[in-house]
Every structure is written in structure tokens, then in C-alpha cells.
């Protein structure tokens, strides 16, 4: 299949690249850096040093062998990214190129009014240049499991739930309620994509994801084709920035109670179900959504795993609450489906617990280099 990936420098993008290129898939990636440019803003950097996107091609070729293209682009420029389509002609286009923090998407008007620009922008260029070019083509775009926030009801893989409203029955779209400015963006497109499915018949698939942990696949056979790994306040995920937190010597800090519970995923299991999703696409004209976890964990039993990780590798680890900078349950239900992958035969490879060991083994050759960016991993962008 030949695959277009909005975003391929990130950290899920890259990853996914490599997957596909090793399965002989053609990949073309678009991508404006904007992560490499918002992190060094926040005076951070990934754990692991960035090629340059010419270097990156160079190293997958030399590794790895297959097609790769990659162009450096702003999909919120519509006829940039029409004419990348149209040249190419994939079979799929993945879709992650939107400003991925909610942190970041909080920090003032002015990260909040770019956060909203770009996401939605960008998802209105691609829905656009599809149904311009090639109606056919499946748009596979990554959402997130805190498009639902933390419901008291079962979070469903349908779209529309049936709901009794003044006594009568309705089919309303599955309840949402983002926890930032980030989260709402990410649920308006999911309303996007599926008013221009039920416009156009575009064929969909909405990936809602929950957090990804994890330093490599196998994929990544030398340090040339390591992907970003991000363990600041804004773009760092819960469980990277714990192992960091770890190997620095620093506490594990949950934020409040640390009862917050969502359901997690790791790197290679990500892109995994991505692969099995691209591979396996809905019925042509069809909105689908895909809630893509694999275990469900209370920040405090993340902490728990990652000090227990550290301590098996000689580190000294504790845990100390802080102060919730964010607005949020921190005690709640949680109970999300996850019935569609199963059915499609994908099986998880890798589990929290152990892998939590594995991530902080290979980041502590990097250790010198996380010294230096430590003051940006407690919180510091306040909700409130």
C-alpha cells in the first residue's frame, strides 16, 4: 500500500514509518517540525538526538532499505498538501499533524488560538483535498480517549449511542467533554470527520488513543533511527516522564490524589494497531471508531510500577504528590471498549510493567544529556 503520514516526525509518525517501510509498504511523510520547535521553546529537547529529516531518509535507506519521502510542510496550507495527494495517490492517509499538548494548549491565548488553528485547519485541508481528489481514499486520524473526559457510562466504539431525551428515543453522538483547550480540538474533529462522512460518504477511521509509552521498536536498530522521546511538563506523557523522573534521582510526582485512570499503550503496540488498521479499512463510506488501549492504570499504580522498576536497576526512587495543576477528576469511573482490534486478530505484545524496566535501561546512557533540560519536567502551566 502506499501511505501518506501527516506528522511523520513525531514521535507515534516515525514510528509508524519504520513499521510500514519494514512491511514493504510506500511511505510519503509530511511534516512541518512544529514539535521540534514548541519543545525547544519550553526549553526542552527529546531524550534522544533528532536527525535532521534529510539525515532521517538517509539512515532508513541505509537500515532499513523500502521507499520513504519526506517533505517539510504545513498541511494548513491546502494547496501544499493537495498537490503532495495528487502526486502521490495513497491508498491511506494517516493524520497526525496537529499540536499534540494540553499543557502546551493551555499555557495562554495565544498557544490556545494556535492550538485550535492548526488542528482544525489542518483536518479541514485534508477532509477537503480528499474529496477533491480521490473520495476513496481512507483518512485514518488519530483522536484521543480524552475526547470523553471521565463519563459514569461504559465509553463505547460506536459513534451514536441511543439516548431517551423528553421520553423519546434519539441517536445522539457518543458524550464528550475535553479536560483542555487540546482535548476540544481533537473532539470538534471527530464532529468534522463525521458530518463530511455523512456528507461526502468519505471513508473514515477515528483512532481514539489512549497515552503511549515506550522508548523503541524493534524497528530502530541504531540510534540514527530513534524516534523523539519527549518527558517535559507539556509533551512528555505520565509514564516517560516517571522513568526520566527515576533515572534523574528526582520523586515520581502524580498529580493530586494520582487516582486519575485512563487507559495506556505502548509504542510498539501502537503502531501495531495502526498497521493492523491501515491494513484492515473500513467499508468504503463508512465513519469508524476505534478506542486503542491495551491496560487501564491509576497514575498511582504507574508510579508504583516505574519505582519498583527502578529500584530492580539499582536507582534510589520515591513519591511525592504534587499540587493538580490541571482540572480534573481525580477519582472517577472508567470503564472504555475495546472489542474492534480484538476482532481484527491484533494481540498485544508488550505490558507496562515490563516494559517500564526496558525504557528506563535504555535511558540511561542518555542520562548527562536529561541533566541538563531537569527544571522542565514539574509542572508549571496552571489550568487556573
Known sequence: MKVLILGIDGYLGWALALRLISRNHEVIGIDNLATRKAVEEIGSDSAFPLPSPEERVKEVKKHLGGNLEFHVGDITNKDFLSDIIKRNKPDVVVHFAEQRSAPYSMRDLDHAKYTLQNNLFGTLNLIYSVKEIDPAIHILKMGTMGEFGTPNFDIPESPFVNAIINGKEDKIFTPRWGGSIYHFSKIFDSYLLAYYNQLYGLTMTDIMQGPVYGTKIPEMTSESLRTRFDFDESYGTVVNRFCVE???????????????????????????????????????????????????????????????????????????????????????????????????????????????????????????????????????????
Open 246 to 384: 527515576a533515572i534523574l534521582g528526582l520523586p515520581l510526582t502524580p498529580y493530586g490524589k494520582g487516582g486519575q485512570t485512563r487507559g495506556f499503550i505502548s509504542l510498539e503496540d501502537s503502531v501495531e494497531a495502526l498497521k493492523t488498521l491501515i491494513e484492515h479499512p473500513p467499508k468504503q463510506g463508512e465513519y469508524r471508531v476505534v478506542n486503542q488501549f491495551m491496560e487501564v492504570h491509576s497514575v498511582n499504580e504507574i508510579a508504583e510500577m516505574v519505582k519498583n522498576a527502578g529500584e530492580q536497576l539499582g536507582l534510589q526512587t520515591s513519591i511525592q504528590h504534587v499540587p493538580n495543576p490541571r482540572v480534573e477528576k481525580e477519582e472517577h469511573y472508567y470503564n472504555p471498549e475495546k472489542r474492534i482490534l480484538e476482532e481484527l486478530g491484533f494481540k498485544p505484545k508488550r505490558n507496562m510493567k515490563d516494559e517500564v524496566k526496558v525504557m528506563i535501561e535504555d535511558l540511561l546512557p542518555y542520562k548527562e544529556r536529561l541533566e541538563r533540560y531537569k527544571q522542565v519536567i514539574m509542572p508549571k502551566t496552571k489550568w487556573r
